[in-house]
């Protein structure tokens, strides 16, 4: 489905949206669900006329097994480089957590390019928005007044809200990587969890940080 031009999130895959980015003459995969999610992807991908081969990069927003699973099928599949932030990298290629490889079946995957606050993805910007996981990003467009934050917000049945106390081991960080988001200027914001809100989005988040506060 198309959430703007440019911007799609890929169908039958329910538990965690992964979204598919044009940038310029780039095509990019934003997080990567859970084990066994390629084949959806790749289907999607046919659908608006792309082989897997044209994959140019996979951003993942945060290691957890819901956002990295198909990760290894789909850089397979691709040839695309991996970006995640340096903070998660260990998750991602699995030297961290061997529990998570046994548990969900996870296969780990190097990261080519591990990232922080700040670097430049060609027009999208690096947010470090930690708290979920130490190495939780959002991924930035200024100029498409995009953003796509992962798990440092959600949006079910049509309420934003924090990721879960009991999957986030520092949830001040989170509130403060809420505050961080809601500084910012932008239209669109797409979530690990839920629909994408695609109008004045900023303003909901920052009712929404406030209501934190509180
Ligand atoms: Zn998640």
């Known amino acids: 489905m198309e959430v703007v031009p440019g911007l799609h999130w890929v169908e039958r895959i329910w538990d965690t949206k992964v979204y598919l980015l044009f940038e310029g ?26 082989p897997p081969g044209a994959v140019d990069e996979i951003w ?12 290894a099928a789909l850089k397979g599949g691709s040839g695309a480089q991996v970006v995640a932030h340096r903070a998660d990298v260990s998750l991602v290629d699995g030297s961290a957590n061997r529990a998570v490889r046994s548990v969900f079946r ?13 670097d430049d993805l060609g027009g999208w910007q690096v947010v470090h928005t930690p708290g979920h996981t130490p190495g939780s990003v959002s991924f930035y467009h200024p100029e498409r007044k995009v953003i796509l934050v992962g798990d440092a917000l959600n949006h079910r049945r049509h309420r934003l809200g924090a990721p879960p106390p009991m999957f986030t081991p ?9 505050d961080r988001i809601a500084a910012l200027d932008f239209e669109i914001c797409c979530f690990g969890h839920g629909p994408p809100l695609t109008n004045d989005a900023a303003q909901r988040v920052r009712a929404f940080a406030k209501s934190l506060s509180l």
Request: hydrophobic share 40%.
């Open 25 to 50: 003459d780039r095509l990019i995969i934003v997080d990567a669900a859970t084990p066994g999610r390629a084949g959806a992807v790749w289907r999607h991908l046919d659908s608006l006329g792309y």
């Open 170 to 178: 520092d949830m001040a960080q989170a509130h403060a990587s809420i």
């Open 60 to 71: 993942i927003t945060h290691g957890d097994v819901d956002h990295m699973g198909s990760v």
């Open 106 to 118: 996870y296969q780990p995957t190097l990261v080519d390019r591990p990232v922080e606050d700040g």
